[in-house]
């Protein structure tokens, strides 16, 4: 009966908010805009790598085939380009001295990240585009054991 | 301070008075101590100390209030302040250090 009444005495009083968030208006990161990238480079260059080119000399087959091998190429370039914009967010920004110290691997993982991006652009290789795929698995670990969460790994495709 | 004394009967009755303040904590950045949803009863005219957990006003954005520990006082008297959990905290490291006026009181109990 007391507890309620000093409760009730307690809750009269005005109260604030004491901000212990990280960036006031708490900065928003997630490694999966990374991973939507990264699997749309996966898919592109598989789609590449499976697209046949017309038989004979038929000028709209090869129309058809130029603009779609074009499609493909403009959206990897691009995808590659904005999973290696998130990685280096999520590495500039939110991550900070304190995480380094506990996953000594983290510059290395993030600069092999993004080159892999570039590659990815240069080439059409399956193996780089996979490899990528497994880095941004990797920064999804990292980044949900920093939050302490435990949030399991998923692709789209 | 490393731990935080439940209010007791006296800082209730000067919170109802106005000589103390109420705090609500919202996030994680002073983990272990202070979880998220914690009231704090805080004395706006108690001297502070390094070590002391302090309620600050963020330097350059307007109406935010943060709760932090004083880490050190620097050679111009501004105050150096950080997060018990700085993987979650955003502190000193960012804006750098505060001058007195930023800090709106000590935290001086927590009521349970």
Not at chain 1, 37 to 65: N, R
Not at chain 1, 116 to 136: F, G, R, T, Y
């Amino acid at each position: 009966m007391f507890d309620k009444l000093k409760e009730k005495l307690v809750n009269a009083t005005p109260v604030k908010r004491a901000e212990a968030h990280c960036d006031g208006p708490c900065g928003v990161y997630d490694p999966s805009s990374t991973r939507v990238a990264a699997e749309a480079v996966l898919s592109m260059t598989k789609k590449i790598l499976d697209l046949k080119k017309p038989d004979g000399d038929d000028d709209k087959a090869f129309a058809a085939y130029a603009n779609t091998l074009s499609r493909f190429i403009s959206i990897k370039e691009e995808q590659a380009q904005i999973a290696k914009d998130e990685a280096l967010i999520l590495w500039t920004d939110y991550f900070k001295p304190d995480h380094l110290e506990k996953y000594p691997d983290l510059h290395g993982l993030f600069w092999k990240t993004a080159k892999l991006c570039s590659a990815c652009k240069q080439e059409v290789s399956l193996d780089h585009a996979q490899e990528l795929m497994n880095n941004v698995k990797r920064i999804h670990e990292i980044f949900w054991e920093t939050k302490g969460r435990d949030i399991e790994w998923y692709t789209a495709s | 301070m490393s731990e935080l004394p439940d209010a007791g009967l006296f800082e209730i009755a000067l919170l109802l008075f106005d000589y103390r303040m109420r705090y609500r904590v919202e996030g994680g950045s002073m983990l272990p101590l202070l979880r998220e949803g914690d009231q704090l009863v805080v004395d706006k005219n108690a001297p502070v100390e390094v070590g002391d957990v302090i309620i600050a006003r963020h330097p350059f954005i307007k109406g935010l209030e943060m709760v932090k520990r004083v880490a050190r006082i620097d050679e111009r008297g501004n105050y150096f302040l950080l997060g018990d959990n700085p993987a979650e905290s955003t502190d000193s490291r960012t804006f750098g250090a505060v001058p007195i006026e930023c800090i709106k009181g000590k935290v001086v109990s927590r009521l349970r």
